[in-house]
Nanobody, 125 residues
Framework: QVQLVESGGGLVQAGGSLRLSCAASGLTFSSYGLGWFRQALGKEREFVAA????????YYADSVKGRFTFSRDNAGNTVYLQMNSLKPEDTAVYFC??????????????????WGQGTQVTVSS
């Protein structure tokens, strides 16, 4: 059974930092592309960042480019989203997702096969 478990969310002041983690089990982690999405209250789920199978390519939404960094540890079956210079508009539930499809469109929710339960990030002004 595939499981993706996010952690690291919390409450932070604007300008602060958080690091989200997503631990995967039940899949051949090194063969999957990974993505982060977020969903604010009353809004649709939106793409945040994605990373390729080998970690050589990363993709970011324009709203987080230059502030967020996505990395993966294939040996540890974990990905990380380092979030710096956080803004109140970053407040949302953040979801980790995995896809075994090739090719895949990193920005589309429909590209992903598995999802975590999410972790809340709240940025106060």
């Amino acid at each position: 059974q595939v499981q993706l478990v996010e952690s690291g969310g919390g409450l932070v002041q604007a300008g602060g930092s958080l690091r989200l983690s997503c631990a995967a089990s039940g899949l051949t982690f090194s063969s999957y592309g990974l993505g982060w999405f977020r969903q604010a209250l009353g809004k649709e789920r939106e793409f945040v960042a994605a990373i390729s199978v080998g970690g050589g390519s990363t993709y970011y939404a324009d709203s987080v480019k230059g502030r967020f960094t996505f990395s993966r540890d294939n040996a540890g079956n974990t990905v990380y989203l380092q979030m710096n210079s956080l803004k109140p508009e970053d407040t949302a539930v953040y979801f980790c997702a995995a896809t075994g499809r090739t090719p895949w469109v990193p920005t589309r929710t429909s590209s992903y096969d598995y999802w975590g339960q999410g972790t809340q990030v709240t940025v106060s002004s």
